[in-house]
C-alpha cells in the first residue's frame, strides 16, 4: 500500500537526474501515484524522455511555464487522458544569468520581470488550470529557499521571486480552499542542481551550510522527495498555506 496509490499527478522541472523535481517523482512513483511530466523545450526533452518513461510515465508533454498556450495544452491532454488530476508538483524557477552576477541593484526590469513571471507567476497559471481538474479536491507543492526571507550571498532577484513565490502560496491557499484544493510550498536546503549552477560560489554555500545545520549532513533530493510525499497525500488534508524547511534544520540557526 502506497501513500499515493490511485494519485495521479503533474510534475513539472525536471531537467535531469539531479533534479528535485525527479527526487520528488522517484519517490512519489514509488508511494503509487501515476505521473505525468512536462519539459522545457527540445533539448531537455531528451534528458526527461528516458527518466518519465523509467516512472512507466505516458504523458510527457512540453511546457515553458511562459507560454500559455503550452499550458493549456498540457491541462487539456490531462483532460483527455485522465480526466481529473490530484496533485501538482512545481519545480522550477529561472533568473537570467547577468541577474545573478551583476551587483542587485543593476537588475534590469526586463530580469527583473523575468524571474516573477517563470519562478512566482507560473504557480497561479498551473493553480488555475489545475482548479477544473480538481474536482474532488487536490494538491498543489512549490519549491522555494532561505533566500526568500533573508539574504543569502548571490540568490539576489531569486530571493525576491521566491518571496513572491510564498506570498503567493498563501494567497492561492485561501483563494482555492473552499475547492479542496491545498498550496503548499518545502523550502529546501542547498543541493547541487542544474539551477544551483547558476548561483556565484554555490560551492562556498554548501560548505558553510554542511557545518552550520544542526544535522551535520547535506540535503538529498530524495529527502526533499520523503517530506513532499506528506504534502502531495492525504495525510496533509488539514494543511494549507505551509512553507515547510527542508533544510537539516540550517534555518533556525543564527551563527
Ligand atoms: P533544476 O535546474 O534541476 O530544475 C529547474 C527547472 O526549472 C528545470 O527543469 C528547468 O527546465 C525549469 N524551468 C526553467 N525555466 C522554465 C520555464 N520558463 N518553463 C518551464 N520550466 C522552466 O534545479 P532544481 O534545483 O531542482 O530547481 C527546482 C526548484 O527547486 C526551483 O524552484 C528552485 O528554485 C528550487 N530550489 C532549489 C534549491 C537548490 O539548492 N537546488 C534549493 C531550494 C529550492
Known amino acids: ?15 535531469n537526474h539531479r533534479s528535485i523535481g525527479w527526487g520528488i517523482a522517484e519517490r512519489a512513483r514509488k ?37 500559455d498556450a503550452e499550458i493549456d495544452s498540457v491541462f487539456a491532454e490531462v483532460q483527455k487522458r485522465w480526466g481529473s488530476l490530484d496533485f501538482i508538483v512545481h519545480s522550477l524557477a529561472y533568473a537570467s ?10 537588475t534590469s526590469r526586463e530580469g527583473f520581470s ?28 512549490t519549491l522555494t529557499y532561505l533566500g526568500s526571507e533573508k539574504v543569502v550571498p548571490n540568490y539576489k532577484v531569486m530571493g525576491v521571486a521566491k518571496a513572491a513565490l510564498e506570498a503567493t ?19 529546501a536546503g542547498p543541493i547541487k542542481t542544474l539551477a544551483a549552477s547558476g548561483i ?5 554555500l554548501l560548505s558553510h551550510f554542511e557545518g552550520r545545520a544542526p544535522l551535520k549532513k547535506p540535503v538529498t533530493i530524495e529527502d526533499v522527495g520523503a ?4 504534502y502531495l497525500c492525504d495525510l ?20
Open 227 to 230: 517530506a513532499s510525499i506528506f
Open 31 to 67: 508511494e503509487g501515484a501515476t505521473l505525468g511530466f512536462t519539459y522545457l523545450n527540445e533539448s531537455l526533452a531528451k534528458r526527461v524522455y528516458p527518466l518519465a518513461e523509467s516512472l512507466n510515465s505516458e504523458l510527457i508533454l512540453q511546457c515553458d511555464v511562459n507560454n
Open 169 to 187: 502560496v498563501r494567497e492561492l491557499a485561501v483563494d482555492v480552499g473552499p475547492r479542496g484544493i491545498r498550496v503548499n510550498a518545502v523550502s
Open 97 to 106: 544569468g547577468d541577474d545573478l552576477k551583476n551587483e542587485f541593484n543593476q
Open 200 to 204: 556565484s560560489e554555490f560551492r562556498q
Open 236 to 255: 496533509s488534508a488539514a494543511v494549507t498555506g505551509e512553507i515547510t524547511f527542508v533544510d537539516c534544520g540550517f534555518n533556525v540557526t543564527a551563527i
Open 114 to 141: 523575468l524571474a516573477m513571471q517563470v519562478s512566482a507567476y507560473s504557480l497561479l497559471a498551473l493553480t488555475n488550470r489545475a482548479i477544473p481538474l480538481m474536482k474532488e479536491g487536490g494538491s498543489i507543492l
Open 1 to 15: 500500500m502506497g501513500l499515493l496509490d490511485g494519485k495521479r499527478g503533474l510534475i513539472f522541472g525536471v531537467a
